[in-house]
């Protein structure tokens, strides 16, 4: 086993959704981020910001996840990391077949 190259053996990384803030600013739900109401009043929930903060439900607002890599463990065996390393490229460009000419 080795240290997880992914999250440094901690055995968590930083939350890609909240980047660690465990909340994120949306288009504000209550409005639809217009600011107002149908009637034209502030909306309450964001201010009228149109943008309100929410929870983060991807690492429950605790700003990290569980690394994936390491599944929380903080070592991996060297055949998880070069599997990793040598994760399929699809470029998806096979050789051009040669012009008629
Ligand atoms: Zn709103
Ligand atoms: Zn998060
Ligand atoms: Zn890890």
């Known amino acids: ?11 968590f ?11 994120y600013t949306d288009c504000c739900g209550e409005c639809g981020g217009e ?4 009637l034209g ?8 910001d149109g943008e309100a903060f929410v929870h983060c439900g991807e690492c429950d607002g605790d700003g990290e996840v569980t690394c994936p890599l390491c599944d929380g463990e903080g070592e ?8 990793t390393e ?4 699809s470029d998806g460009s096979p050789p051009a077949p040669s012009s008629p000419g």
């Open 86 to 89: 040598n994760a399929p490229t």
């Open 13 to 23: 990384e930083v939350c890609p959704v909240c980047f660690g803030d465990g909340e």
């Open 1 to 11: 086993m080795i240290e997880c190259p992914k999250c440094d053996g901690d055995g």
């Open 41 to 48: 009043d502030v909306c309450p929930e964001c201010d009228g």
């Open 35 to 38: 600011g107002e109401d149908e």
């Open 76 to 83: 991996v065996t060297e055949d998880a990391v070069l599997s």
